[in-house]
């Protein structure tokens, strides 16, 4: 994640927008159905600006946001410092998936959004989030749609760029943010759960219709909700789903484990 920092600016700014919001309202709607009633202990990795580590927090659940971007976790400060009511449930840390300063503590979630994208490939991040979910735990894990690659170029009429990329049948394109960032499937993310002692739960596409639009989709509120619902609806069903620009996988670990 080498230069990460750099975007910052963008992702907020993307975070902020509709589309962007449209991503965070499906994903921490699905976090919170499947996490407990009573205040759980999250871990956020790479969680940028602090948006789901303060979503969460809102909702009653003791988070941990960890970052290796200064910028970012400076942001995600900013942010809670206007949430004085989130204070005492979030911890910010200054640390990336190998340098998580943790010891043996294990979280009830483990979420880790938009991070497998700008690694060259997820097993070994696999590995290290599954080994900090304790029992009974959710991992949630947000990455790119490898099958998708192409589609948001075509339906933003790039169709030379889209042509090219399905053709060749290519694992990465360039993101949002502007960078070259690489897919996942679905399936490939519950195989690398299951190898380390997690059972897969049903995964969603997220952003499925809305994803080709910019900054300047800005629907008034009745009109975002009725995409949201339709994102959402959309989200669970194939073949919408195997579309999505992104896919958001979840696997829980068995009360009792021997790992």
Known sequence: MTGFAAVGAAYAAHSDSARGRLRHDLVERRLLTELPARPATVLDVGCGNGEMSLRLA????????????????????????????????VRLVDADLKSLPLGEERFDAVCCHGVLMYLDEPSEAVARLAGLVAPGGLLSILAKNRRSIGVREALAGEYATARRLIESGADRSVGNLGRETRGDTAEALDRLAVDHGLTPLPWQGVRIFHDHLDGT???????????????????????????????????????????
């Open 58 to 89: 809102a909702a009653g659940h003791q988070v941990t946001g960890a970052d290796p971007s200064a910028r970012m976790l400076a942001a995600a400060a900013d942010r809670l410092a206007k949430r004085p009511e989130l204070a005492g449930r």
């Open 217 to 259: 989709w800005a629907p008034e509120p009745a009109a975002y909700a009725a995409a949201l619902e339709l994102e959402w609806a959309a989200s669970w069903r194939s073949p919408y789903r195997d579309v999505s620009h992104l896919v958001h996988t979840l696997a829980r670990r068995p009360e009792r484990s021997r790992s």
